[in-house]
C-alpha cells in the first residue's frame, strides 16, 4: 500500500463511521455508537482478523482495513482536543451558578459510588490476575482510573428521549440537567488528578503527591489569571469587527493548542484538560456559537469520525481471543457496575435532597448513560499507560450498552403514574436552554 | 518537549502564518506570501539554526521552532489535496468550453515556453555540476520537473490589481482569464504526465513509456467514466434534501481521498491529480459552492497554513550556507527566466492570434505571477523524487518575487495609453463570474 495508504484509510473511517452513523440514527440511537461499530468491524476486531488471512495480488487484504498508525493516532488525539474545546465551548458559567444544591449532591455522588465501586471491583480483578495490570505504574492507580471512566455521564440520549416524550420539563428532568452539568465538571477534576498523579509514577511518596497536588492547584489558579485576562482581550478583538472573521476561529484555535500543551507542559496536567478550560473561557466572548460552529466543520468532517473509529480499531481480534472469558466476565460486570452505580448514586443524592422515590429512580435512570467522554477518557487512559488495552473492549461495550438501554428504561420510569404524575410539570430554564443546545447540536456534531 | 510537542507546533504555525499573512495583507500583497514568510522564520532556516547554539532548562531552544515531522507531513499532504479538490471545485467545465482558440494558444504556449526554457537551464546547470541533481532519477526527467513548476500561472493577484484599476473588463483582461483556465487544465496534465514517468524510475526503456503512457491514457478514461456516473448519482442523492447536509460533505471528502488514492494505487499518477479531478467531477452537480465553502473551513482553519508553512520549512540554512553563491545564481536565473519565459510565451501567443503589441505584453505580464500552485508541485516533487531539496528555496524565492512583482508590473502596463486606449473596454463575461468568485475566495481562503 505503501506511503498512501493513509488517503485509503482516511477514505473509509470518513465513509464508514457515516454510514454506520445513519443506520444506528435511523433505529434512534446515537452516532457516536454507529462510528464505534465501525472501527470494530473494519478495524483489527473483525476484517482486519479475517482478512489477514487472505492474501490478493501481493497484497494481504488486512492492508485494507483500519490499522492504528501512528498518524491516525495523532489526529485522532486533535479530534479529541477539538472535541473537549467545543464541550467547553458549551459551558455556561452563569448556568452552572443556577444549578441548586441538590444538583451538586447528586452529581456528587452520582461520581462517587462509580468511582469507589468501578476502582474496588477492578482492583480485585487485577489482584486475583485475571487480567494483567500494566507494570511500571500501580495497580491501585489503573483501578482508580477505570472508577473515573465510570463516572462520566452524557446525558444528551436522555434530553433526547425525554424531549420526545414531553418530559423534559418535569421536576426530575430539571434536576438530571442540573446535575449533568456538575457532573462534567467533577469528572474532568477527576480526570486531571488521576493523570497527574499516574504520570508521575506509581511509587509517590508523599513528597511527590504534595508536589504533583501543587501542580495541579497552580494549573487552576493559571486557568482563572489567563481566563480573566485573555477573555476579555479576545472579546475586545472580536469586537472590532461586527461580523465573525478567519482570524478570530485561527486565533481560538491556537489558544485551545497552546493550553492544551502548557497543560502537559507545564503542570502536568491533561492536554484535554487544557483544552476545555480554554473553551470554557472562550464561551465568556459571548460569540461561543460562531466559533463552536467553525470547529464543529472540521469535528464532522475530518476529525471526529478518525477519534471514535480509532476506539474502535483499539480492540483486536487476536488478543481478545487470547484473553478469553476473563474479558468477557470483566465486560458483563463493569457493565452492570456502570448502570447500577448512576442509579444507586444519583438516586441516593436526590433521596437525600427530599425527592420522592419516583423522582430519585428517576433521575438516577436519566444519568445512566456514558457516551463521548468516556471513551475521551479511556483514550487518554491508554496513551498515558493508565489502562490495559485489553480494558478497551469492555469498556466499549459499557459505553454501548449504557447507551442503548438507557431510552429502554427511561420510558417506564417517566411513563408510571406515580403520586406525584400530575404536579411534576415545572418551568425549567435550565431545560429550555438545553432543549435549544440540543437542537444546535444535532445540526452540528456527527449528526445528519 | 516529548508527545505533545506537537500541540505547540501547530499552535506555532497557525498563529504565525495568520499573523504574517495579515501583514502581507496590509502591504497589498497575498497572505500565502505572508505564510511562506511564516515557515522560513520559524523554521530551519532562520529561527532553527540560530536557536540551535542555545540550551534552556535541559531544552534546546531549536525544539521550540517549527520542523518538518512526518506528522506536519502528512497533514501537509491532505492539506494539498484539500487545496487541490478544492481548485477542482472551483473550475466551471462550460467557461472552459466558451474559451476560444486564442486563449487555448496563449496557454499552450504560455506553458510550453517556460517549460522548455526552465528544463533547458536547469539541465545544463545540473551537468555543470553547480546543483547536483538526485541520485535514482535521471537528471534530464529532474530538469523538466522544474520545467513544469515553471508553469503554474496563478492569476488571482492579477484579477485582483485589474479589478481595483476598472481594467479587468478589458480585452487582455479576458484573454488572460480564458489562458488562466486552460493554463490550469494544460498545467495538471503536465504535472500528471512528468510524476508518472519520474515514478517509474529514469532507465525507462520504450516499452516502458509505452505502458506508463497507456496507464495515464487509463486514467483519464477512468476519469471520464467515473465522473459521468458520480456526478449524476450524486447530484441525485443530494437533491433528495433541499439543504446540503453532513452526509454529502463527508461523501464528497470520501470521493475526493478514493480518486487521490487510486490514482497513485492504480494509475500510478499524482494524487493531487485524482483530488483536482474528483472536484472537477463534483463541480457537475451544482452544489459546489456548498461543498467548497465545509472544505475551506478545514482548509484555512487547519490545512493550508501547515502546507504553506512546511514549504518554508523546507528550506534549512545550514544546508544553503553549504551550497552558497550557486543556489544565489540558480535563483535569481530561474527567477528571470519565470518572468521572461510567460511574457514572451503568453505575448507572441497573443500576437499569433493577432492581438497587437499593447495588448500582447499586458496579456503576458497578466501571467507572470505563480502561486500555490507552483508549490504545490514542488512539494509533489521533493515527495517524489523527481527534485532536490536544495531547489526549494530557489523556488520559493522564484514565486515570492513573482507575485510581489506582478502588481507592480501590471500598473505601467495597463495605464499607458496606446492607440487602442479607449475601445479595449469590453463586457466580458468571464470577467463577471471571475469577479464574484474572487470575491467568494477572499471571504474564505487564508484570508481576513
Known amino acids: ?36 461499530f465501525a472501527g470494530l468491524i473494519f478495524g483489527p476486531a473483525v476484517l482486519g482478523n479475517i482478512l489477514s488471512n487472505f492474501n490478493v495480488g501481493g497484497f494481504n487484504l488486512a492492508e485494507f482495513t483500519l490499522r492504528e498508525t501512528d498518524f491516525i493516532k495523532m489526529l485522532a488525539e486533535i479530534g479529541v482536543i477539538v472535541l473537549m474545546f467545543n464541550a467547553g465551548l458549551g ?3 452563569n448556568e452552572l451558578k443556577k444549578c441548586g444544591k441538590s444538583a451538586f449532591l447528586i452529581a456528587l455522588l452520582g461520581v462517587l459510588v462509580p468511582l469507589s465501586v468501578g476502582c474496588g471491583f477492578t482492583y480485585w480483578f487485577f489482584k486475583e490476575g485475571w487480567i494483567h495490570s500494566l507494570p511500571g505504574t500501580s495497580t491501585f492507580m489503573q483501578a482508580v ?14 434530553v433526547e428521549t425525554l424531549q420526545e ?20 465538571i467533577l469528572g474532568i477534576v477527576a480526570l486531571t488528578v488521576i493523570t497527574s498523579l499516574g504520570a508521575k509514577g506509581s511509587s509517590g511518596g508523599t513528597g511527590e503527591l504534595a508536589f504533583v497536588l501543587i501542580k495541579i492547584c497552580m494549573f487552576f ?21 461586527k461580523k465573525g472573521m478567519h482570524r478570530h476561529v485561527i486565533g481560538a484555535f491556537v489558544i485551545c493548542l497552546i493550553m492544551s500543551f502548557l497543560a502537559e507542559f507545564v503542570f502536568g496536567v491533561a492536554d484535554i484538560t487544557g483544552a476545555f478550560f480554554a473553551g470554557v473561557i472562550l464561551s465568556l466572548t459571548h460569540r461561543e456559537q460562531f466559533l463552536a460552529s467553525k470547529f464543529d466543520v472540521i469535528g464532522y468532517l475530518f476529525l471526529s469520525p478518525i ?21 468477557v466476565i470483566y465486560a458483563i460486570a463493569i457493565t452492570v457496575i456502570a448502570v447500577a452505580t448512576k442509579i444507586v448514586g444519583c438516586g441516593l443524592g436526590a433521596k437525600i435532597c ?8 428517576r433521575i438516577g435512570v436519566g444519568m445512566i448513560s456514558r457516551g463521548e467522554v468516556a471513551l475521551i477518557v479511556a483514550n487518554k487512559g491508554i496513551e498515558a499507560g ?63
Chains 1, 2 share one sequence.
Not at 145 to 158: C, D, E, K, M, Q
Not at 221 to 241: P, Y
Not at 354 to 361: H, V
Open 307 to 327: 477519534f471514535f473509529a480509532s476506539i474502535g480499531m483499539q480492540v483486536d481480534g487476536k488478543q481478545l481471543s487470547h484473553m478469553g472469558i476473563a474479558v
Open 221 to 241: 489558579v493559571f486557568v482563572m489569571l489567563f481566563g480573566l485576562i485573555t477573555s476579555k482581550l479576545f472579546t475586545k478583538w472580536m469586537d472590532r469587527d
Open 91 to 93: 459551558t455556561d458559567l
Open 165 to 184: 416524550m414531553g418530559k423534559l420539563k418535569t421536576v426530575s428532568g430539571n434536576a438530571i440537567l442540573g446535575a449533568a452539568i456538575i457532573d462534567d
Open 386 to 448: 493508565l489502562m490495559p488495552k485489553e480494558l478497551v473492549a469492555p469498556i466499549i461495550v459499557m459505553v454501548l450498552f449504557t447507551t442503548i438501554i438507557t431510552p429502554i428504561i427511561l420510558k417506564p420510569v417517566f411513563l408510571k403514574t406515580g403520586p406525584n404524575a400530575i404536579s411534576d410539570q415545572m418551568d425549567s430554564e435550565l431545560a429550555s436552554t438545553y432543549e435549544k443546545r440540543v437542537v444546535e447540536k444535532k445540526k452540528n456534531i456527527l449528526s445528519e
Open 1 to 36: 500500500m505503501k506511503e498512501y495508504g493513509y488517503l485509503w484509510e482516511l477514505a473509509l473511517i470518513l465513509g464508514s463511521t457515516k454510514m454506520f452513523g445513519l443506520i444506528t440514527k435511523k433505529l434512534k440511537m446515537p452516532q457516536v455508537v454507529g462510528a464505534l
Open 145 to 158: 482510573f477505570i472508577g473515573v471512566i465510570l463516572t462520566a455521564t452524557s446525558v444528551s440520549i436522555t
Open 354 to 361: 427530599r425527592y420522592n422515590n419516583y423522582r430519585s429512580l
